[in-house]
């Protein structure tokens, strides 16, 4: 089974605080994909990324930025946080081999972030 | 603009019931296209995925796909109060390398004892 995991459940950080999300695989996927859920906007997504150090912006990138040094880790960065940025943070991954079940996105169980 | 367009709903069925979901989307390139479904605070778990015109069955779910009119549903069978969920319609887009899929904002379920 692949398995998608994020460092935290649930997170408290202050505004203006740096903020560090990171986003594992186990299934040897090419791409991951940072997005946000709230209420009434469905999934957005931020960054995506097809390949080590590769990343391009998704449809709402401003006031994130990314990092994807192995091919197994993805990491999403607030780099000064701000209360229009709570939410919750799912980190999603596919492979781009294989047979046409190749863009099934598998995600992890969710970041629930307060900013105060 | 790619899009992606699903009923908010709340639908309600009884138990038992058919369940019907749309979707339809915007680009006639897509290929590819998913339903899932999210339990409130849970994250989104694959149910179906269809490529080619005509009806997929699994289980008491079965997707629809018609290329033509841009449309894809969802007939969930004999509804139980456990399929009380959001239900999500995706589709994909791609260009060389990057792939990514297009969300619709859902379609919330609930199934009546």
């Known amino acids: 089974d692949v398995k998608v995991t994020q460092s935290s459940r649930y997170l408290v950080k202050r505004t203006g605080e740096k903020v560090f999300l990171e986003c594992v695989q186990d299934?040897?996927?090419?791409?991951m994909f940072w997005y946000r859920q709230d209420p009434g906007l469905g999934l957005r997504l931020i960054y995506f990324s097809y390949d080590v150090k590769m990343k391009e912006k998704g449809d709402i990138p401003e006031g994130y930025s990314v990092s994807r040094e192995k091919k197994e880790r993805f990491s999403l960065i607030l780099e000064s946080a701000s209360t229009n940025q709570t939410s919750m943070y799912l980190c999603?991954?596919?492979?781009?081999?294989?047979?046409?079940?190749?863009?099934?996105?598998?995600f992890g169980p969710g970041t629930r972030l307060l900013v105060l | 603009q790619k899009e992606v367009e699903q009923n908010s709903g709340p639908l309600s069925v009884p138990e038992g019931a058919i369940a019907s979901l749309n979707c339809t989307y915007s680009?006639?390139?897509?290929?590819?296209f998913f339903w899932y479904r999210q339990y409130s605070g849970k994250s989104p778990e694959l149910i179906m995925s269809i490529y080619s015109n005509g009806d997929k069955e699994d289980g008491r779910f079965t997707a629809q796909l018609n290329k033509a009119s841009q449309y894809v549903s969802l007939l969930i069978r004999d509804s139980q109060p456990s399929d009380s969920a959001t239900y999500l319609c995706a589709v994909n887009w791609e260009a060389g390398n990057n792939r990514k899929l297009i969300w619709g904002l859902g379609t919330s379920l609930a199934v009546n004892p």
């Open positions: 999603a991954s596919t492979s781009i081999r294989g047979d046409r079940d190749y863009e099934t996105q598998y």
């Open positions: 680009d006639r390139g897509s290929q590819s």
């Open positions: 299934m040897d996927h090419e791409n």
